[in-house]
């Protein structure tokens, strides 16, 4: 992927060009149509996603959790815990994510330990505001 396409990304706000080049070394650029599952809670997670572009829902055991857009990211709370998919997620418009899978997340948080810090601490931040998720 293009490491200029993460400039705009808030989670990756303030990297340097060589920092946003090893993120982008790590990861991959999909577009997906309305309606694609991204995220199914309870499997087993093997990819972490920041939206570039569209929108998606968010539902935990069928109900509405959130909407999450552009800049958004999402299935990192499973690659971290070591645990299965806490929600499941669907695109509602199309979309253009940045797709880091398992293997290529573990390297990028030793590589760029301040990029893996801000992820933990939306993590924590979630999990603050959502306590019973």
């Given at each position: 992927?293009?490491?200029?396409?993460?400039?705009?990304?808030?989670?990756?706000?303030?990297?340097?060009?060589?920092?946003?080049?090893?993120?982008?070394?790590?990861?991959?650029?999909?577009?997906?149509?309305?309606?694609?599952?991204?995220?199914?809670?309870?499997?087993?997670?093997?990819?972490?996603?920041?939206?570039?572009?569209?929108?998606?829902?968010?539902?935990?055991?069928?109900?509405?959790?959130?909407?999450?857009?552009?800049?958004?990211?999402?299935?990192?709370?499973?690659?971290?815990?070591?645990?299965?998919?806490?929600?499941s997620v669907t695109?509602?418009?199309?979309?253009?994510?940045?797709?880091?899978?398992?293997?290529?997340?573990?390297?990028?948080?030793?590589?760029?330990?301040?990029?893996?810090?801000?992820?933990?601490?939306?993590?924590?931040?979630?999990?603050?505001?959502?306590?019973?998720?």
């Amino acid at each position: 992927m293009d490491a200029k396409q993460l400039e705009a990304v808030p989670l990756f706000a303030g990297l340097s060009k060589k920092e946003r080049e090893r993120v982008a070394h790590h990861a991959d650029v999909v577009d997906l149509p309305s309606g694609y599952h991204l995220c199914d809670q309870g499997a087993f997670a093997h990819e972490f996603f920041v939206l570039l572009a569209g929108d998606v829902e968010v539902t935990q055991d069928g109900r509405h959790l959130t909407d999450l857009g552009a800049g958004d990211f999402f299935g990192e709370v499973a690659l971290i815990e070591g645990d299965r998919r806490t929600a499941s997620v669907t695109a509602t418009t199309p979309i253009t994510a940045v797709v880091m899978h398992q293997r290529d997340f573990d390297a990028m948080q030793r590589e760029l330990p301040h990029v893996a810090e801000k992820i933990h601490a939306a993590v924590h931040e979630r999990s603050a505001r959502h306590p019973d998720d």
